[in-house]
């Protein structure tokens, strides 16, 4: 996922405000790029050592900024990793809808589906930016925003299947990926505890409604 800044809408006014217009927006397209340059290198960190193990000068020297850039951008670090970690995510989210284009059969599709997102390696990064956000209130916009996005997303991908193969679901198409984002969340979260088991044991398949007509 790439965070992109909106830039500001103007209209046609005088040479004057023209230049002025014309300074401003390589400002913002900037910023974007800073932004998403933070986020690279801050989830390439946060993939490899939990969050409390990364400082912001290493994140700022991985990115070729200056730390007071990121408090600029996201406020602050635990910001930068709940973006971070749904940028993980969001990327990851590609390879998972490329596994399950390549199957024929409804089964095939949900249990392949399923298999492959219970070894996402960015899901646990995920579960800590929920838990997170749980203990800073003040975080919940940012998560809500995110899982927003990994919702449509999905939803969009779900409703693309369905009309390519002819498929179909019980339930709304929102209603479908919620449900199945949500046990797949529930799933990482009882592995991280440490409750004996493995994947074998969880019927992550069973929460899609996915299936043929007739």
Do not use: C
Request: charged content about 25%; overall charge positive; aromatic content about 6%.
């Amino acid at each position: 996922m790439r965070t992109v800044e909106t830039e500001p809408r103007t209209e046609q006014s005088s040479d004057t405000n023209g230049a002025r217009v014309r300074r401003l927006f390589p400002t913002k397209r900037r910023g974007a790029r800073t932004r998403n340059r933070i986020i690279d290198a801050a989830a390439a960190l946060f993939a490899a050592r939990p969050s409390d193990k990364v400082t912001v000068s290493e994140i700022a020297a991985a990115a070729g900024v200056f730390p007071n850039q990121i408090t600029y951008h996201f406020g602050s670090k635990d910001s930068l990793f709940i973006h971070s970690a749904f940028a993980l995510l969001l990327r990851d989210a590609g390879r998972i809808e490329g596994v399950g284009m390549r199957l024929s059969t409804a089964e095939a599709f949900r249990r392949a589906v399923a298999r492959t997102v219970l070894v996402t390696p960015s899901l646990p990064v995920v579960i800590s930016a929920l838990a997170l956000a749980r203990a800073k209130p003040a975080l919940g916009p940012v998560v809500k925003g995110h899982l927003s996005l990994l919702f449509r997303m999905s939803e969009r991908h779900l409703e693309n299947v369905l009309g390519l193969r002819g498929w179909r679901i019980d339930r709304s198409s929102r209603q479908e990926v919620k449900t199945f984002w949500a046990a797949a969340f529930g799933a990482i979260l009882i592995a991280e505890s440490g409750y004996p088991g493995t994947h074998a044991d969880l019927d992550l398949a069973g929460t899609l409604t996915i299936r043929e007509r007739g």
